[in-house]
């Protein structure tokens, strides 16, 4: 199949081009826009493919994204452009509505437009799927999951602007009849993680010998999933799924960030130990908390799991091993994107 992939230069995107391009023999059309997030560095390891190509431009740019799936045909568009950082979407919340609700119009609509138009046999065949996260769910209490029916209640700009998105996702479905898929999946983790997210945050800082910034008592729950068995779940969801369906993926793997920022500190104290032979915990800083930060997310998977067969092969614990190890060996990687768009510096306490 021809995959046209948006935003498959940032994290969750270029683990899902490495992984078609190394385990399938999909032909496969990055279109990413590269901002701060994104990074072509992270698909050195599949570039000179000759089923891969890449194309700079805008999803918000109508007659880029006309254009590139006029001449790339795809069956499938996976859309996973987008701005991410929950941080980010607190002090300029405008980027956040402009790539995610706008974006993603632009990106339904091009593809409508084409999809039209195609043969019947072809028309039966596409496929938009849009990448999605639990936080349109809202906060959890302490117990309870995040269903597919679980009720939206985003809280932050970016979980309102990518709610807004699966909402025009779904209308263009029930309207227009565009053969859509949405999923919306946990929080993830892996290598080729931007550094400005906690795990990798975490890691980095660590080495430098500088504070870890915990966000308030660190009590904050979230559902931990190894990205490389997100992008397994999204090619599930694409070449099985049932159209107009909606599937959630988790790692059922709940952690307090507290938690998850003291494994890595042990793993680093294993891997590369500090100098004057303490532990990197020490390092460990309380500070203001996220305005309005969500106390807990966690997602249910069974639709996933009866439905389609997937189910992860990490777990937390082989996961995060592989993740620290990764950025141990990987300096060049991540040290080259630290100073992009004060990458690593506090944000998000605008409100
Ligand atoms: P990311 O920030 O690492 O990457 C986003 C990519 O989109 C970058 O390569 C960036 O250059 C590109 N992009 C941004 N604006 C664009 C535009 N206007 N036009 C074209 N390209 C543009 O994000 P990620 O963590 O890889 O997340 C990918 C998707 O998965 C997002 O839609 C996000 O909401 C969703 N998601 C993320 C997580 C997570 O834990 N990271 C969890 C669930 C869902």
Redo the contacts with the bound molecule.
């Keep these: 199949m021809r995959i046209l992939v ?2 498959g ?5 270029s683990a899902l081009v490495r992984h078609l391009i190394e385990n399938t023999e999909h032909d496969v059309l990055n ?5 701060y ?2 990074t072509l560095t992270s698909l050195s390891s599949i570039a000179s493919s000759s089923r891969y190509r890449f194309k700079q ?4 740019d109508e007659r880029a994204v006309a254009a590139i799936i006029e001449s790339f045909q795809p069956q499938v568009v996976t859309h ?6 929950v941080d980010r979407s607190i002090d300029g919340p405008g980027a956040f509505i402009q ?1 995610n609700v706008v ?1 993603t119009y632009t990106m339904l609509a091009a593809s409508a437009g084409y999809w039209r138009k195609l043969p019947a046999d072809r028309r039966e065949e596409f496929r938009f799927h849009h ?4 936080e349109v769910f809202g906060s959890l209490g302490e117990t309870g999951y995040f269903t597919e029916s679980t009720p939206y209640d985003p809280r932050s700009p970016y979980s309102a602007s ?1 709610a807004g998105s699966d909402h025009l996702v779904s209308a263009w479905g029930h309207t227009f009849g565009l053969p859509v898929l949405i999923t919306n ?4 983790y892996g290598p080729y993680h ?1 550094p400005e ?1 906690l795990i990798p945050l975490m890691i980095v800082k660590a080495l430098a010998g500088e504070p870890l910034p915990v966000y308030g008592s660190g009590a904050n729950v979230r559902d931990w999933l190894y990205v490389e068995d997100h992008v397994r779940a999204l090619q599930y969801v694409f070449e099985k799924g049932v159209v107009g369906q909606t599937y959630n993926i988790g790692g059922n793997s709940e952690r307090r960030n507290i938690d998850v920022v003291n494994t890595v500190c042990t793993i680093l104290d294993r891997l590369q130990p500090r100098e004057d032979g303490q532990s990197y915990s020490k390092q460990i800083t309380h500070v203001a908390d996220r305005p309005g930060h969500d106390q807990r997310y966690a997602i249910d998977a069974t639709k996933i799991r009866n439905e389609l067969g997937w189910q992860p092969v990490e777990t937390f614990e082989s996961g995060i091993e592989k993740t620290v190890s990764w950025y141990l060996n990987n300096r060049e990687w991540w040290s080259a994107l630290l100073q992009r768009n004060q990458a690593g510096k506090r944000q998000g306490l605008g409100a």
Aim: proline letters at 0%; glycine letters at 16%; a negative charge.
């Design positions: 948006t935003g230069a940032g994290f969750i995107g279109f990413d826009k590269l901002t997030a994104g431009g805008d999803i918000c996973l452009a987008a701005e991410s950082h790539t974006g990448i999605s996260t639990d990518k999946c946990s929080n993830n931007f997210k």
